[in-house]
């Protein structure tokens, strides 16, 4: 199904979901299944750089993501500490996988690392301990470090490097709220949290214990 039909399919959904339940089959599934698994696949994302280098958020998949929440029943989800479970909606992203799995996908996620169904993890990614929440993006040769959260539908960028317990805010609602954005080549320091849709510029370095959000003012020290 082309992307255009999906999205139709989706915000009519979405526009008639108190219709919708774990019974629900047919082509609304079948359309939310699709986008959760292209989110998670990479091939498309919920925010992407335009030709003039703003942002354009596909809210459709924002969408996607909510409608998957009504349609889908908690279930059992193995793996958990000491043979323990969990008992969630949203699968691991790494359920069924094998080795070749593993080296197809081309990144590290050392014991401890929570990735959900629908988030895409680019190669050479190293994720710590960790936790990557539904519909994030995660771009090639970023290091994921300890404790870090990358909250539901934020985008990281290529060569980033997210310092031990930093904070990447998420957004699913409200639905014209844009994702948490850090840009290719940013380091953000230790403890520090981006949230309410800030997005951090390419090659911007943030120190330790920064919070950012969008009532944040930003001082250029060269001009005041």
Known sequence: MAHEDLQKTIETAFEARAELNFSTTGAVRDAVDTALDLLDSGKARVAEKAADGNWQVNQWLKKAVLLSFRLNDNTLIEGGPAGSRWWDKVPSKFEGWGENRFREAGFRAVPGAV????????????????????GAYVDEGTMVDT????????????????S???????????????????????FIGARSEVVEGVVVGEGSVISMGVFIGQSTKIVDRNTG
Do not use: Y
């Not at 169904?117 to 680019?122: D, L």
């Open 147 to 162: 404790w870090v959260t990358v909250g539901s539908c934020a985008q990281i960028g290529k060569n980033v490097h997210l």
């Open 115 to 134: 990735v959900r169904k629908s988030a895409h993890i680019g190669k050479s990614v190293i994720l710590m301990p960790s936790f990557v929440n539904l």
């Open 164 to 186: 031990g317990g930093v904070g990447i805010g998420g957004v699913l609602e409200p639905l014209q709220a844009g994702p948490v954005i850090i840009e290719d080549n940013c």
